[in-house]
């Protein structure tokens, strides 16, 4: 394949050798190591092909030997070129193509990031464009270790980075620490907190963990009672506080409350109408150049109005500045609506089905709802109470700091 | 003649002794065979025959006959020549006896 592509560039001819004696002429050619290839007998005569130089020096074999030759086909690209060297263009075109190919070496076409988990391409790209390294610079500005030292620099949790130019694309490959696990930034808040109730109702359960509960099961309290005081009385044998410790309040505590509910709806609704027609808009947007097919123009005065927007892109992330765009307008007039009663109870059963839902993923349990469907004057709503039965440990306050006065009595009366 | 074969002689023990290749000491000529369709042969002097049915290659031991059928020389170079077709007969004429 090699040895072909080699000959085709250089140029060969098919040559045909007739004579007294071709055999010398070929053992001549031998001689002078003149290369000869695909050799075919024909009657009294030899057909082979023939380099362009080695033809050149046949003049003294032919001469020595007696024998003639004749041309039968020139092949390659000396003898192309020749047949077409009086168009320009062709050769020009020729020589502009080679010519783009070398100036859009220049330039960096693609940056490709392999390696990156949790950083996604799109960061690291941001990062490097504010570093001025971008889609279309120019290649010779690339500075690969200086792009290594800023990315290990900004990202943290990039333990290696390595940056290289394959050609006109940028490879940045990484790896990111995926052995720690990331410190949490919760500063924990250290004041005393008191638990208060968030609202009326009767205490259903207590179990304290830290504090000193103020309630028992069964309690009715009100809100912004305090449920787990954040102190905890420090006693002698005596039963006489002799200190306090303070800290968060912790507890988990169920509140049986009552909570009101109501939704209403209008009985009737608008229903679009369509009139069967759909305008459609094609543009093609090259910078501020748009170039449209159609139109969108809109005469109605309802319309459901949509549009797509495509940006080119060279390669995964080189953005051109090339956007093409499908707009469209389906114009529509409104019709007023009654719901049907099963439709009305359908929605508001529904829509109240959901507010229980949200209740229990907060960790409300529902005990008892009277909720009842109301209709009149064109409106219809869904209203009661529920019954239920509540987490109350999540609203806290700060606790009152107490200073115990006899103290240093107390601690001198000791033996 | 019995001068030169005489130089064989002592240039085939020559060969024999110091373990070298006969073909470069001898200049004998070497034939490569692939199945029955490719012949590659080197050290050969020149054509003095060649036609589809019938090659007669000289060489420095004797002439070397190839016959078969649609045979084409692939190339011809100065240190080997290349022959395809189906080949069924290869013999020496002229051998010099060592």
Same mark, same amino acid.
Request: aromatic letters at 10%; hydrophobic letters at 35%.
């Given at each position: 394949?090699?040895?072909?592509?080699? #000959?085709?560039?250089?140029?060969?001819?098919?040559?045909?050798?007739?004579?007294?004696?071709?055999?010398?002429?070929?053992?001549?050619?031998?001689?002078?190591?003149?290369?000869?290839?695909?050799?075919?007998?024909?009657?009294?005569?030899?057909?082979?092909?023939?380099?362009?130089?080695?033809?050149?020096?046949?003049?003294?074999?032919?001469? /020595?030997?007696?024998?003639?030759?004749?041309?039968?086909?020139?092949?390659?690209?000396?003898?192309?070129?020749?047949?077409?060297?009086?168009?320009?263009?062709?050769?020009?075109?020729?020589?502009?193509?080679?010519?783009?190919?070398?100036?859009?070496?220049?330039?960096?076409?693609?940056?490709?990031?392999?390696?990156?988990?949790? !950083?996604?391409?799109?960061?690291?790209?941001?990062?490097?464009?504010?570093?001025?390294?971008?889609?279309?610079?120019?290649?010779?500005?690339?500075?690969?270790?200086?792009?290594?030292?800023?990315?290990?620099?900004?990202?943290?949790?990039?333990?290696?980075?390595?940056?290289?130019?394959?050609?006109?694309?940028?490879?940045?490959?990484?790896?990111?620490?995926?052995?720690?696990?990331?410190?949490?930034?919760?500063?924990?808040?250290?004041?005393?907190?008191?638990?208060?109730?968030?609202?009326?109702?009767?205490?259903?359960?207590?179990?304290?963990?830290?504090?000193?509960?103020?309630? !028992?099961?069964?309690?009715?309290?009100?809100?912004?009672?305090?449920?787990?005081?954040?102190?905890?009385?420090?006693?002698?044998?005596?039963?006489?506080?002799?200190?306090?410790?303070?800290?968060?309040?912790?507890?988990?505590?169920?509140?049986?409350?009552?909570?009101?509910?109501?939704?209403?709806?209008?009985?009737?609704?608008?229903?679009?109408?369509?009139?069967?027609?759909?305008?459609?808009?094609?543009?093609?947007?090259?910078?501020?150049?748009?170039?449209?097919?159609?139109?969108?123009?809109?005469?109605?005065?309802?319309?459901?109005?949509?549009?797509?927007?495509? !940006?080119?892109?060279?390669?995964?992330?080189?953005?051109?500045?090339?956007?093409?765009?499908?707009?469209?307008?389906?114009?529509?007039?409104? /019709?007023?609506?009654?719901?049907?009663?099963?439709?009305?109870?359908?929605?508001?059963?529904?829509?109240?089905?959901?507010?229980?839902?949200?209740? /229990? /993923? #907060?960790?409300?349990?529902?005990?008892?709802?009277?909720?009842?469907?109301?209709?009149?004057?064109?409106?219809?709503?869904?209203?009661?109470?529920?019954?239920?039965?509540?987490?109350?440990?999540?609203?806290? !306050?700060?606790?009152?700091?107490?200073?115990?006065?006899?103290?240093?009595?107390?601690?001198?009366?000791?033996? | 003649?019995?001068?030169?074969?005489?130089?064989?002689?002592?240039?085939?023990?020559?060969?024999?002794?110091?373990?070298?290749?006969?073909?470069?000491?001898?200049?004998?000529?070497?034939?490569?065979?692939?199945?029955?369709?490719?012949?590659?042969?080197?050290?050969?002097?020149?054509?003095?025959?060649?036609?589809?049915?019938?090659?007669?290659?000289?060489?420095?031991?004797?002439?070397?006959?190839?016959?078969?059928?649609?045979?084409?020389?692939?190339?011809?170079?100065?240190?080997?020549?290349?022959?395809?077709?189906?080949?069924?007969?290869?013999?020496?004429?002229?051998?010099?006896?060592?």
């Amino acid at each position: 394949m090699l040895i072909r592509l080699i #000959r085709y560039l250089q140029g060969y001819m098919k040559i045909r050798v007739s004579g007294y004696s071709p055999e010398r002429f070929l053992n001549l050619c031998k001689h002078r190591r003149i290369s000869l290839w695909g050799l075919v007998p024909a009657n009294d005569a030899y057909e082979m092909y023939i380099s362009v130089s080695g033809f050149q020096k046949l003049t003294p074999i032919l001469k /020595k030997t007696g024998t003639k030759v004749v041309i039968l086909k020139k092949s390659g690209i000396p003898f192309f070129l020749h047949r077409y060297r009086k168009r320009k263009i062709f050769f020009f075109g020729g020589f502009f193509c080679l010519l783009l190919i070398y100036v859009f070496s220049l330039f960096i076409w693609d940056i490709q990031i392999t390696g990156n988990y949790s !950083q996604t391409d799109e960061m690291i790209l941001e990062y490097l464009k504010s570093q001025d390294v971008r889609h279309g610079m120019r290649r010779a500005d690339v500075d690969c270790p200086k792009i290594v030292r800023e990315l290990r620099a900004n990202f943290d949790d990039i333990i290696w980075v390595s940056a290289s130019l394959e050609g006109s694309r940028l490879k940045i490959q990484v790896k990111e620490n995926s052995d720690t696990i990331k410190e949490t930034q919760v500063t924990k808040d250290t004041t005393p907190k008191d638990i208060i109730a968030p609202c009326d109702g009767k205490v259903s359960s207590i179990v304290t963990r830290k504090g000193t509960p103020q309630v !028992q099961t069964g309690d009715e309290v009100k809100k912004g009672d305090i449920l787990v005081l954040g102190r905890v009385d420090v006693l002698d044998d005596s039963k006489t506080v002799v200190d306090y410790q303070y800290q968060v309040a912790d507890a988990d505590i169920f509140l049986e409350t009552s909570i009101p509910y109501e939704n209403s709806i209008k009985n009737t609704y608008m229903e679009k109408e369509y009139y069967g027609i759909e305008r459609k808009e094609y543009r093609l947007r090259i910078g501020k150049w748009i170039l449209s097919f159609g139109s969108s123009k809109n005469d109605y005065d309802k319309a459901e109005i949509w549009c797509e927007k495509r !940006q080119l892109k060279l390669g995964k992330h080189f953005e051109l500045p090339i956007y093409l765009e499908k707009n469209g307008i389906i114009p529509y007039q409104t /019709k007023e609506m009654a719901y049907a009663d099963k439709e009305i109870q359908k929605i508001l059963s529904d829509d109240f089905s959901r507010f229980c839902m949200d209740l /229990k /993923k #907060r960790g409300v349990q529902i005990l008892e709802n009277d909720v009842k469907i109301y209709k009149d004057n064109g409106v219809s709503c869904a209203k009661g109470t529920l019954i239920v039965n509540m987490p109350a440990s999540d609203e806290k !306050q700060d606790t009152k700091i107490l200073t115990v006065e006899q103290k240093e009595n107390k601690t001198e009366g000791e033996p | 003649m019995r001068k030169r074969e005489t130089r064989q002689q002592l240039k085939s023990k020559v060969a024999d002794m110091t373990n070298m290749p006969k073909d470069v000491v001898l200049g004998v000529p070497v034939l490569t065979m692939t199945g029955q369709e490719e012949l590659y042969i080197e050290n050969y002097r020149g054509i003095l025959e060649y036609t589809e049915t019938f090659i007669r290659v000289q060489t420095k031991i004797g002439n070397l006959q190839v016959v078969g059928q649609n045979l084409r020389i692939a190339y011809y170079m100065n240190d080997e020549m290349k022959i395809n077709g189906l080949i069924k007969e290869i013999k020496y004429q002229n051998e010099i006896r060592n």
